[in-house]
């Protein structure tokens, strides 16, 4: 079992920034992947961005330039870096782990979701 802590949603205006932070922890022997997905409103869950253990990134289209993920190896958590958001970006963003446990097997797991909503 394990837990992911998201912090770092809110309110923001168009053109602002916000920072998701994601911390994972409990019984992880390695980490495949960790990222963030986001859903909107009447919409499917769709990636966002992914940070891979190989140090590979993966983008949506529509965030690429904007968005940047980064990890803290030591500390087991991913963050989001969100520029110039707009409107569309509004959602609620998951966080999302691929790891193995200590126990043995491969697992996945996501956070509880952080609402970000970007509004005048």
């Known amino acids: 079992q394990i837990q992911l802590e998201e912090s770092g949603g809110g309110l923001v205006q168009p053109g602002g920034s916000l920072r998701l932070s994601c911390a994972a922890s409990?019984?992880?022997?390695?980490?495949?992947?960790m990222g963030w997905y986001r859903q909107a409103p009447g919409n499917q869950r769709e990636l966002a961005a992914m940070?891979?253990?190989?140090?590979?990134?993966m983008y949506a289209d529509s965030v690429k330039g904007r968005f940047t993920i980064s990890r803290d190896n030591a500390k087991n958590t991913v963050y989001l870096e969100m520029n110039r958001l707009k409107p569309e970006d509004t959602a609620v963003y998951y966080c999302?782990?691929?790891?193995?446990?200590?126990?043995?097997?491969?697992?996945?797991?996501w956070g509880q979701g952080t609402q970000v909503t970007v509004s005048s």
């Open positions: 999302h782990i691929d790891y193995y446990s200590n126990y043995g097997g491969q697992f996945t797991s």
């Open positions: 409990g019984s992880i022997f390695s980490i495949n992947s």
């Open positions: 940070l891979r253990d190989t140090g590979t990134t």
